[in-house]
């Protein structure tokens, strides 16, 4: 049997990799053989994966909420658009979680021109320029001539002294963060002059789906108990994280819930947080 990818081309169904990302959902394996054997009653060749995703989804969901919500969770970081202002937040958000400060969309002047700088992040004797590129389309992938622009663009602020966070740094690393994939010769690239790279799925061992699983960081827009306004509410009150929900008892008064509702919210957030998937 064939399936359709998102650019046209058709390649086998490999029965193997659905298991493996409905396991990466938090099912245990009951319940993944349950969710598979429903979805491979409705397959059929040629089948999208959109389809596909649709059905693993609402299979899950009816499973347990946060199941669907951690199986989502590069579907929610498209949903930190349109533009992707909120995904660079969240990116900011997550060099915090690993000890640095950070602020957003800066404008600095370099040796030649002035840049905006998406993400300044900083601890200790480092300090991070992150480039961050959002993108729409599920099979999207950043071509080498994006890091060789951002390569020339750190270069134009390197060696200069700038004023963040109550102290002068010069920066020391720059970083090209996507929710996108890469080509092989953007990696090439990256290795040979030293770009930082963070994507969907590299590096292999420290990705995006990685550092989010590791650190239960789901941005808001994974809650299947949500509507796509509510979400977007909270993504403008700077309610960025489930782990936000947790903390903050005020962070869903914005949107005037039921009791029900709320609890159902609530119930989906905590399961998300307080369950940790196992290390691959």
């Given at each position: 049997m064939l399936v359709k990818k998102y650019s046209g081309?058709?390649?086998?169904?490999?029965?193997?990799?659905?298991?493996?990302?409905?396991?990466r959902s938090g099912a245990n394996n009951e319940q993944v053989e349950k969710v598979y054997t429903q979805i491979k009653e409705k397959l059929f060749d040629g089948i999208s994966t959109r389809e596909l995703y649709q059905l693993a989804?609402?299979?899950?969901?009816?499973?347990?909420?946060?199941?669907?919500?951690?199986?989502?969770?590069?579907?929610?970081?498209?949903?930190?658009g349109p533009e992707g202002f909120y995904f660079e937040k969240w990116i900011a958000r997550l060099f915090q979680e690993y000890g640095f400060e950070s602020t957003t969309g800066q404008t600095i002047q370099g040796h030649a021109v002035s840049h905006e700088i998406d993400v300044v992040a900083s601890k200790g004797n480092e300090m991070l320029a992150i480039e961050c590129k959002f993108r729409n389309d599920i099979d999207a992938k950043i071509?080498?001539?994006?890091?060789?622009?951002?390569?020339?663009?750190f270069k134009d602020i390197s060696d200069i002294s700038y004023h963040f966070f109550g102290q002068n740094k010069k920066f020391t690393q720059g970083w090209l963060v996507t929710n996108a994939y890469l080509t092989s010769d953007?990696?090439?690239?990256?290795?040979?002059?030293?770009?930082?790279?963070?994507?969907?799925?590299?590096?292999?061992?420290?990705?995006?789906k990685?550092?989010?699983?590791?650190?239960?960081?789901?941005?808001?827009?994974?809650?299947?108990?949500?509507?796509d306004v509510e979400e977007k509410t909270l993504l403008q009150n700077q309610i960025i994280l489930v782990k936000d929900i947790i903390n903050n008892k005020e962070a869903l008064k914005s949107l005037k819930l039921d009791s029900e509702k709320l609890r159902l919210v609530l119930e989906e957030a905590r399961e998300l947080i307080d369950y940790k998937l196992e290390e691959e």
């Open positions: 081309e058709l390649v086998p169904f490999n029965s193997d990799s659905l298991r493996h990302s409905l396991t989804f609402e299979a899950l969901k009816a499973q347990r909420n946060s199941f669907a919500a951690r199986y989502s969770l590069k579907k929610a970081l498209r949903e930190l071509s080498v001539t994006t890091p060789m622009y951002f390569l020339s663009r953007s990696k090439d690239f990256g290795k040979y002059y030293n770009v930082n790279f963070l994507s969907w799925d590299y590096p292999t061992d420290n990705s995006i990685k550092r989010v699983d590791k650190a239960v960081f789901y941005p808001v827009t994974c809650l299947t108990t949500l509507t």
